[in-house]
């Protein structure tokens, strides 16, 4: 009976406390597992902190080289007044005549009268420059005026592009585009170039 009762009780205190011993070798494998699992979170968070430091030196880099590369707002308004001009020159010759003396005023006057303009919007410094302004209303007819620069600012003209008709004897008529400035009260003609155009009467302006 007292055997029987030793081995009943060892049965039950097996029951009792099946799950509660932990064998050594199993705590030792737990410890190293999580080891892995912290060294792993540091490393990502290792790789974040380098991820956030490129993303941000790449961007500081990149407005530096977009404010070493971004182009003077002077220029862009230049040749805003030059397109301006072109436009301008185009509508009082009118299309007649500039279907005949394109390509002189395309490797001539055009680039002529850019030149000159950037050479007046240079003089008128940057802090001023973006108060010029170009006339809308070239003169029809066989009236001379192109379109005048003008200062926004004070309303007063800064140049006046003309162009004039001039008939040469044995030669025929030549278009004579010329300009005159402020400084000398408009009295120079200052020249920009001559375009020939026939013997016969040229058309009038804007026709």
């Known amino acids: 009976m007292k055997l029987w009762f030793k081995k009943l009780s060892v049965v039950l205190i097996t029951f009792m406390t099946l799950g509660m011993f932990i064998p050594p070798t199993y705590l030792e494998a737990n410890a190293d597992l999580n080891e892995v699992v912290t060294s792993s979170k540091s490393a990502v968070n ?13 961007i500081e880099h990149t407005l530096e ?5 971004e182009p003077d707002s002077s220029d862009y308004y230049i040749s805003y007044i030059a397109e301006r001009a072109k436009e301008q020159t185009l509508t009082k010759l009118g299309p007649k005549i500039v279907q005949q003396v394109e390509q002189d005023l395309v490797t001539t006057i055009l680039p002529n009268m850019e030149e000159i303009l950037k050479i007046l919007s240079q003089e008128k410094g940057k802090e001023n420059l973006h108060y010029l302004e170009i006339t809308e209303v070239p ?4 009236g001379e005026k192109i379109f005048h620069v003008y200062d926004h600012l004070t309303m007063k003209d800064v140049a006046r592009f003309h162009v004039r008709r001039d008939n040469r004897p044995k030669e025929g008529y030549w278009f004579n585009f010329h300009y005159h400035l402020e400084k000398d009260g408009f009295e120079e003609h200052h020249q920009i170039g001559d ?7 040229p058309p009038k302006w804007m026709s």
């Open 46 to 58: 290792d790789s974040n902190d380098i991820n956030d430091t490129d993303e941000t030196v790449f």
């Open 65 to 69: 080289e977009s404010k070493e590369t």
């Open 139 to 142: 003169s029809e007819g066989y």
């Open 195 to 201: 375009v020939y155009w026939d013997k016969n009467t």
